[in-house]
Nanobody, 128 residues
Framework: QVQLVEVGGGLVQAGGSLRLSCIAAGRDRELNTFGMAWFRRAPGKDREFVAGISWTSEYIGYTDSVQGRFTISRANAKNTVYLDMNNLQPEDTAAYFC???????????????????WGQGTQVTVSS
């Protein structure tokens, strides 16, 4: 079983920046060769794919609304994935969730059902 813990949410003014971190914990054999992603859920809306990254960081993808403003990265030696969010806007307000696929599934997916592990979420609130 892999546990994911998100850190770094908070309240920020429009135009500001935040960095989210997600730390994965588990057995060594579980923390190997898996894709990761960030999703978000705003009040009254469905869960939305934000950004994904493959195990080697060769493949990275973003939803259109954050392209050019958000950057996903990972440090496998630290079992950590990051989401750097710049020029935040009120419409970015949501609970952000880190998610990971099973070991041996190195690519990311935009589909929530492809992921086996989810964090508890961290709230990001952007004021206008």
């Amino acid at each position: 079983q892999v546990q994911l813990v998100e850190v770094g949410g908070g309240l920020v003014q429009a135009g500001g920046s935040l960095r989210l971190s997600c730390i994965a914990a588990g057995r060594d054999r579980e923390l190997n060769t898996f894709g990761m992603a960030w999703f978000r859920r705003a009040p009254g809306k469905d869960r939305e794919f934000v950004a994904g990254i493959s195990w080697t960081s060769e493949y990275i993808g973003y939803t259109d609304s954050v392209q050019g403003r958000f950057t996903i990265s990972r440090a496998n030696a630290k079992n950590t994935v990051y989401l750097d969010m710049n020029n935040l806007q009120p419409e970015d307000t949501a609970a952000y969730f880190c998610t990971a696929r099973r070991a041996g599934e190195p690519n990311y997916s935009t589909v929530p059902a492809a992921y086996s592990y989810w964090g508890q979420g961290t709230q990001v609130t952007v004021s206008s």
